[in-house]
């Protein structure tokens, strides 16, 4: 585990601007986030490196900077193109059916409310338990699996109806 500010940035950082990126479905948001976040956790590294699992505040930090961006920001609309959305993996010509589902996917989520997103990004993307996503969010665990089942009930509704073509107005 890196013990300075900069060897934990400079192993971590690919990774929490994925993860940023999978939480936002916008890459230039996710990065904007990120900076913020990294900001204010050298400000307190000393405290957070003490902590059992420094990656594991600095996610909630994103998550918590993801959420209240978007209360900072109410009269701002971002067009989240489906090419941005490509960013989070290489960009390559791929005409396969299972491309397109999830092309199709990521415009789904990115309509979900903010929690839900969350939740479901937390759960899918990263792997962690209702416990750590919880944690994460600051509620409860069935609060978790409430945001999940929702968002997965609002996904699977969403099946039957295609994704928005071109790109997704999406306020922030």
Sequence with gaps: MPGTFDEFVAER????LRYATALTCDP????????EVLLRAQQHWRRIEKTDQPMAYVRRM?????????RRRV??????AHAQLTDISPTIDDLTSRYDERQAMLGRIVRLPRKQRAAIVLRYYENLTDQE???ALGCAEATVRSYVSRALATLRADVTRPAPKGGLHHAV
């Design 13 to 16: 950082l690919d990774q929490l």
């Design 75 to 80: 009269n701002r609309d971002v067009m989240l």
């Design 133 to 135: 996503i919880a944690a």
């Design 62 to 70: 994103i998550v918590n900077e993801y959420l209240s961006w978007r």
């Design 28 to 35: 230039h948001l996710a990065k904007d986030v990120v900076q």
